[in-house]
C-alpha cells in the first residue's frame, strides 16, 4: 500500500493532472472484462504517463519502496489480467497513444503502447498495407494489451496472432532501465529474442512504452460463405474438406444452436435458426482468385452435407453477419445478469469433442452456454449465462470451467489460446505447464523482476 509520503513524492515528479487519488476515481479501475469473483483491491494511485522518461521514473520509484506496478491499456483483457491484487499503481496508457512512425516501403509502424488496434489498422490499410491480428474488440483494444495477452483473433488461422507482428520493442524495467528488444528487420538471428519472452507475459516482465509492428500487403479483395450443419463433426469435415481443397480461408469461425438463436432473439439477423451449427468462412486474396476459392469451399462443403451455403461479395452483408457473429457475446449476455466466456484450444480433429464436451458439462451443471469458435485454430469459445451472485451457479460455474480444462487437456489442448492467464486461471496453470518449465518461468520473472512489483498475483504464484 502507498504511504501519504509516497504519494507526494510521485506528485512532485509528475504532472498534477496526471494523477488520480480520489477514491470514486479509482474505483473504475477495480475491475476489468474479466467476470469472476476473486480478491482484487483498489489501486492507490492511478497515473496517466505521456512519456517513457515517466514511465522510468515512476518504475524507478516503485522498484525502490516495492510498490506493485499495473500496466493497463483499454481494461477489456477477460482474464483479471490487470486488476490488483494488492494496491499499488496503475500506468494508464491513454496518453501515449500515437502512432509514431509508418513506413509504408519498409512494411512497418511504430507505435505508443496505447495506440489503439483500430487506428493501426486504419493507419496501414490508407497505404494498401494490413495488420492482421483482430481481437472481436479491436476498436478499443490497444497494442499494449494486445502484446501483452499476445492476442489472436478470427484472422489467426491464416495470419498468426500478435507475437507474429511485433519486430521489436522497447520496455521499461521494474527498476526503471530502459531496453530495446529485436532489431525493427523482418529477420533477426542475434542473440535471444527477448520481445517474444515479453510478448504475452501479461505485464509481468517489462512495461511496453513502444512497440515497431510488422505490417503485410492487404490483400485486394475478400468474400464470406456461411453455411449450415447438423451435427458439429459434419462442419469439421467440411473444414477439412475445406484444406484438402488447398484453400487457405483468412478466418473458419462457428457457432452453435444456441448462439444463433441467442443472436437472432435479440439481434435479429436473418441467420438460419433450425440447425445445430454454422460455419463462417472468408477467403481472401488477388480478386481473380475469389471465385476459384469460392467454388472450392462451396464444393468441400456440398460433399459434407452443407446446407443453405450463401456466398457474399458485398462488404455491407458480410459485415451484417461478422456483426452478428460478434453479437453473440452481448446476446448471451441478456440471457441472465452475467456473461462468462471461456478460451480453450484444442487440436483441430479433437474440435468436436470439445465443443460437444462443453455442453454436456454445462448441461450437466445446469448452465446456459452459447458457443462460438474459430474452427480452423480449434479454439473454443463457451459463453455462459448465469447469475454470479447465486452461490449455486458460480459453484456450478466453477465446477464446470474445471471440468472443461480438464477436458481439453485430455484432448491434447490447452486452457487459454488467446485470453491469457491473468488471476482467473492462475490456479490451473501447473495442471498444463511442465513443473520444471514453470521453475524456469519463475527465475525469469526474478530476473526481470527481483521485487516482484510488476503485475504481481497474474498468470502463477511465486
Ligand atoms: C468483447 C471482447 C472480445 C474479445 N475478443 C478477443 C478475441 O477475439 N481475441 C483475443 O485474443 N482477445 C479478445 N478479447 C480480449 C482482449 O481483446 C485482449 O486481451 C486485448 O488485446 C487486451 O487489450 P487491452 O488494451 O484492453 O489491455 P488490458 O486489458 O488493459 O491489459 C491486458 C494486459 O496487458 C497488460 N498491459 C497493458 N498495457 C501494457 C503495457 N504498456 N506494457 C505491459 N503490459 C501492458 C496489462 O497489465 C494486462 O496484463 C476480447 C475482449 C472483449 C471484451
Redesign the pocket.
Known sequence: MLLKSNIEDLKKVLKKDNILFKEEERYCYAE??ANIKTETSLPDLVIFVETTEEVQRVAKYANQHKIPI?????????VG??VCTEGGIVLN?SKMNKILEFNPDDMTMKVQ?GAVLADIKNMAESAGLFYPPD???FKV??I???I??S????KSFKYGTTKDYILSLKVVLADGTLLRLGSGTVKDAVGYHLNQLIIGS??TLA??VEAELKLIPKPESNALVTAYFDSIESAVNGVNGIIRERIFPATIDFMDKNAINTVEKFYPSGLNTNKECMLLIEVDGFASSISTQLNRVEKALRENNASDIKLLFNQNDMEAVWTARRAS?GATAKLAPDVVTDDVIVPRSSLSKMVKGCKDICNKHNLQVCIVGHVGDGNVHPQIALNLDNDEEYKNLMDAKSEIYSLAISLGGTISA???VGIEKISYVDKILDSNAIEYMKQIKMLFDSNGIL?PG?IFKM
Open positions: 476489468d472484462s499495473i500496466s493497463r491499456g483499454a481494461g477489456t483483457n477477460m489480467s490487470c496508457f503502447p481481437p472481436a474488440n483494444s490497444t499494449g494489451g494486445s501483452a495477452q492476442s489472436g483473433g478470427a501479461e505485464g512495461i511496453v457475446y488467446e485470453h491469457g503485475n497474474k
